[in-house]
């Protein structure tokens, strides 16, 4: 939504009841013929300010990560860190060498190129010098499917990112391409980070000044190596463009990376790089532990990471022994019930909500966040976590007619857009709120700026002028 635009829905909303003000949102325009629920709930007073088929079981897009962040914080708590482990074939030797190196992935989602270079760096203070022969990664912790069934046909985009017990870089790389220095130049092409497993095949040339700029970046599974294949142009002249794709192989990725960064801290590793797993009598090297559950949390829900989602459904169900979706999901529902929400009408297939097969209504959004406003104990990860309405994450550039009063988390998927979270209403006081709109016939934008005037009028709006007592319900009040 546009500034002026929010400006004007804040202006039309400020003394109007509230309850009027939001179902003059819902009847706008671009949400005509969708199919919308919605709930607010006053979380002090424990009344239901506004609703509009709040039971209604809708595709949430994005909205599942807050159950899949609810859930997995209750499961391992916000301190618990998943911890990577590496492991020789034998002792280190007089020479600081082992044969080979073991990398055992535990299902840490949230392993960057820094992490990458802190184990290594790890690795060389505890003695290690030289890996004769390579690495061999072991993501057995995890099930070999990569991609759910239901979404369809997948692209290199680094949103389709695979899921693995052993990964880097949340499955996806960078690619910057510039132009030449002249018209019929190669384009340069850089990637981030450089790994051996991914290979560079440039068909792209430099245009002439002024000329359109035409480029198509993908990545192809060719055996042992990726293929980043680059076409098209771009004219002398023009500013660097950056491209982010998926890995096919995380496991690979993520060894590759490993001997990258061993060699960047002076250690010397040789050229073997397979999957496998770790033999009986291996050595422990390293229990590496990543970053606490409560930071990757932050990372999932403020940037609406669809690997770290799946990937914290699939650690769900590897404490069970298989991680599979199958077991996950079925795990997530579990912990969503004993926190004493009602998952009658809940259709579940991933943890990310990326799959149009997931069915979520307004009310269980509501009910999840009213629970995690109640708990002490993971709470405080899951609110902190949300969007900033017109500041950070998937809300930067949106809601800037609740600027600074919203934190709620985004969903987009075709002809389906959702928001739910927290906002403050106008006389200060909190409320839990969720929309969700599937079918509409307007585009995506439109869609969103009609949600956007939503939580505009939420935050704008009188919530005392014609408040219905007999709404009140027995919610708890919201626990700051």
């Keep these: 939504m546009t500034l002026v635009l929010a400006l004007g829905v804040r202006a039309a909303a400020a003394g109007a009841p509230l309850a009027q003000a939001l179902a003059a949102a819902l009847d706008a325009t671009a949400l005509r013929g969708a199919r919308v629920g919605a709930l607010v709930v006053d979380a002090e007073r424990g009344a239901v300010l506004f609703e509009r088929a709040p039971d209604l079981a809708l595709v949430p897009a994005s909205n599942l990560k807050i159950l899949t962040a609810l859930a997995a914080l209750d499961a391992f708590g916000p301190t618990h860190r998943f911890t990577t482990r590496v492991l020789a074939d034998a002792p280190v030797d007089a020479q600081g060498a082992v044969d080979v190196l073991y990398l055992q992935g535990g299902g840490d989602p949230a392993l960057t190129s820094e992490s990458w270079w802190r184990l290594a760096a790890d690795l060389r203070l505890a003695g290690l010098r030289e890996v004769r022969r390579g690495i061999v990664v072991d993501d057995s912790a995890f099930d070999a499917s990569r991609w759910h069934p239901s979404w369809g046909r997948v692209t290199s985009r680094a949103y389709y990112a695979p899921i693995g017990a052993l990964s880097a870089n949340y499955g996806a790389f960078a690619v910057e391409v510039r132009p030449g220095a002249a018209a019929g130049a190669p384009l340069s092409v850089a990637l981030d980070p450089p790994v051996a497993s991914l290979r560079v095949v440039n068909r792209g040339r430099t245009g002439p000044p002024g000329s359109p700029s035409k480029l198509v970046v993908d990545r192809v599974a060719a055996g042992d190596v990726e293929e980043v294949r680059v076409a098209g142009s771009l004219p002398v002249g023009a500013p660097p463009q950056p491209f982010y794709r998926s890995v096919a192989d995380p496991g690979r990725y993520a060894g590759a990376l490993a001997k990258l960064q061993l060699e960047a801290n002076g250690v010397r590793v040789g050229p073997a790089l397979s999957r496998g797993g770790v033999p009986l009598g291996a050595v422990e090297l390293l229990a590496f532990e990543g970053r606490p559950l ?182 708890a009040a919201w626990i700051p």
Excluded at 300 to 305: A, G, I, Y
Excluded at 393 to 401: E, I, N, V
């Design 294 to 475: 409560g930071e990757i949390v932050g990372l999932l829900v403020k940037h609406s990471n669809n690997e770290i989602a799946e990937s914290l459904v699939k650690a769900l169900a590897a404490q069970r022994g298989a991680g599979s979706w199958e077991l996950g999901t079925a795990l997530v529902r579990e912990r969503l019930v004993g926190l004493g929400l009602d998952a009658s009408g809940l259709e579940l297939v991933d943890g990310s909500g990326l799959s149009t097969q997931n069915r979520v209504s307004a009310r269980l959004l509501v009910d999840a966040l009213c629970v995690a406003g109640r708990s002490f104990r993971v709470g405080p990860e899951l609110l902190a976590a949300l969007p900033i309405a017109a500041r950070d994450g998937t809300l930067r550039k949106r809601a800037g007619g609740a600027d600074g009063r919203v934190r709620a988390k985004t969903g987009l998927l075709d002809r389906v857009t959702a928001l739910a979270g927290w906002a403050e209403l106008a006389d200060g006081r909190p409320a839990a709120f969720a929309i969700l709109v599937n079918g509409y016939r307007v585009a995506d934008e439109a869609a969103m700026e009609a949600v956007d005037a939503f939580v505009s009028a939420l935050v704008s709006a009188d919530p005392e002028a014609g408040e219905d007592p007999s709404q009140a319900s027995s919610r």
